[in-house]
């Protein structure tokens, strides 16, 4: 297990019980007494450190090194699925995975940011930051859900969209902005979990659903909470603060009405156990599922208009006239 910062109070411990294990093996000695309350003593720091998380602390659980990637949420939860590859126009881009897919009894086509497990594999997946191929791939699929009338379901995890000069010049921005033009319109149910990092553009691409929902740790936002401070507090330090201004967690895109639902995590955060993660998220799938199959594809897509249309409020405030003494 990789642990971060937040974790390392719960990282001494469970390193002790290791050792404790490893000891009464080798030595043939009853150490369950001293597990057990060790077991137990994690137990209750997990409950009070995840308890009470702050904004910038879900950031980092949402980063964790070893989160649930989509193939792993794929991998857990799918039968039977087939990746498919490239845009059919430049390449095939490794951020973004997707294909064919049987979640329960329901074929559907599953498309997600997909980040690496280690160096090598992060720069493979070029961190989960995809190009516009990337886009254009899952478009294809996306075209391909409507045509076989196949529910899609997406899973974001990124920390944006690639801002690299090549990326930039095969049309970046149109490819994301074509993405959420045609997801608004299409015929098929679709599904949004944002299972980690939602970053900007490069999330909102994937995710023009139906019904978008959020891991208890995801976060979702315009921008990095690093980012913010360092142009709005000239301060990339004061991310901590940042992240509270912007209301990116889950609890906060619920009360805002951004997302449906937010999904449960397994104590300790989505990295403690993948197959629990998966079947978090495969329940409301599946329920969704259930509810959006009575709808006409006229109606999915409406639904889905209007749902995004009325996101964001405003003010509006009369100024009083020149010279007025009010």
Excluded: W
């Amino acid at each position: 297990m990789e642990y971060i910062p937040l974790e390392k109070p719960i990282a001494d411990l469970e390193l002790r019980i290791d050792e404790l294990r490893r000891l009464a093996t080798s030595q043939a000695i009853n150490l369950d007494r001293e597990i057990g309350e060790l077991n137990e003593k994690a137990k209750q720091l997990r409950q009070q450190i995840f308890s009470a998380l702050t904004p910038y602390e879900s950031v980092q659980l949402a980063r964790h090194p070893r989160r649930p990637t989509t193939i792993d949420l794929v991998g857990a939860m799918c039968s039977n699925f087939i990746e498919l590859h490239g845009d059919r126009n430049f390449y095939d881009d490794k951020a973004i995975v997707g294909g064919i897919a049987k979640i329960n009894t329901f074929p559907v086509v599953i498309i997600g940011h997909q980040k690496g497990k280690d160096t090598k594999d992060c720069i493979y997946r070029n961190f989960g930051m995809p190009k516009p191929e990337g886009y254009r791939k899952a478009l294809r699929l996306m075209s391909l859900a409507e045509r076989f009338g196949l529910p899609i379901v997406t899973l974001i995890n990124t920390p944006g969209a690639y801002p690299g000069i090549g990326a930039e010049e095969r049309g970046q921005s149109e490819a994301i902005a074509k993405n959420i033009m045609v997801m608004a319109r299409l015929k098929v149910p679709i599904i949004v979990i944002i299972v980690g990092e939602g970053g900007s553009g490069g999330a909102l691409a994937l995710g023009v659903g139906n019904r978008v929902h959020m891991l208890k740790t995801a976060f979702y936002s315009v921008i990095s909470p690093e980012g913010c401070a360092s142009i709005l507090m000239k301060d990339a330090s004061k991310a901590s603060d940042a992240a509270v201004a912007m209301k990116i967690t889950a609890t906060d895109a619920l009360s805002l009405g951004i997302i449906d639902s937010i999904v449960d995590e397994p104590e300790g955060g989505a990295h403690r156990s993948i197959d629990i993660t998966a079947q978090h998220i495969k329940k409301q799938i599946l329920k969704d599922l259930m509810e959006l199959k009575a709808l006409s594809p006229n109606d999915l897509s409406e639904y889905r208009i209007k749902k995004f249309l009325a996101m964001g409020q405003f003010v509006e405030k009369v100024l009083p006239h020149k010279g007025s003494l009010s």
